[in-house]
């Protein structure tokens, strides 16, 4: 969807955590995608690079931790993985699904020095 | 300079002046470049050999629009106001559902448009010929308005409480789910010459939204269409979602959409403890 904008957030925590903690140069950045946030992996690496052009984050390798999506089935009462929003209850074949996780994109964390 | 957040930026113009926002997007491009001197200054300033090292940051990517989003839904709350998120594909008829809407509610509400557009001020136009105010935010290069412009917008229009506020966002029915502006609800509109599988096809908007609209039903015995087939999508994507079908056009089905709209003002009215 809008990657450019998202590695450009990442990009501005990335500089407002070099102040804080006291960082020159980032050498990898860990983010957690869920395989429900509406991300893509490969537009992200390709964002990534551009949008990091001549910053603390030039060069910087990313890596991307997928996080599959899980939703809680009502009729069920438990816990199922689903791949997409619309996706039914493998079990009872219901669409009354709460997502409860796999819809992040967080920065988890960084090497740099 | 901005109250909010005090960043300085040239988003937001009335487009009183026709060469406005090329100037704000020169200005932003400039600074852009100037950010990056700096970094790079820093950097080569830095010493030599140091020891890698792991910082843990564990922050939402949005983090920044959601702090926003929530100063937005602070200002509208203690004012009793209510901001709806209007989100669809570009020619579903929203800026003409909002003209026909606020010619029939005008004269019991105070109502003001935020127009999100990449470019023209054509939509704010076409509100402000109804007599309420509209300011036009044009993104540029971006596919969607976030929190921090909306915050902007709000200071320039200075509403009244209880206010309608409706933000018409960019015609996109993918990135604008993802940017939380503050609003009460986003509601999604559709109209039925786009094909009744948007809602699989674009899932992340109808399971953002807590309305959507089936819009131009005037249209439907000319074309395949299938209503049921198309509401029963958008329940397996959202099974929250409500459905209310109009056509802003003959007007049909436009009670319904008002009915909830006066709904959701007297639940903005109530002050909650």
New interface residues.
Partial sequence: ??EM??CE??L??I?Q?AKA?Q???V?TVW?EIGAL??VEADAMHFSFEVVMQ???ADQAKLEIIEVPGLAWCMPCGCEVLVQ???D?CPHCGS???QIVDGD?????????? | MCGVCGCGEGHIHSHDEPHDHEHAHEHSHDHGHHH?HE??A??SH?PGL????????????????NRYADENRRYFSERGMLALNLVSSPGSGKTTLLTETILRLKDELSIAVIEGDQQTARDADRIRATGVPALQINTGK???L?AHRVGHGLESLNLPEHSLLFIENVGNL??P??FDLGEAHKVVILSVTEGEDK??KY??M??AADLMILNKTDLLPYLDFDSAQCIQ?A?????RIKVLSLSAKTGEGMDNWLTWLRAEMALQRIAYA
């Fill in positions: 969807m809008h904008s998202l957030s990442v501005q925590i500089e955590q903690q960082f020159a140069k050498k983010l946030s509406g001549g910053s603390l997409q929003l619309y039914e669409h009354q699904l992040q994109m967080r920065i988890k964390e960084l090497e740099v020095e | 990056h970094h790079s820093e950097h830095a140091t020891q890698a090292r792991m910082v843990q940051i564990e922050q939402d990517i949005l983090a920044k629009n971006g596919c969607h976030d993918v990135c789910s993802a809602p699989i899932p992340d109808f399971h999508y329940k397996q994507v959202n099974p």
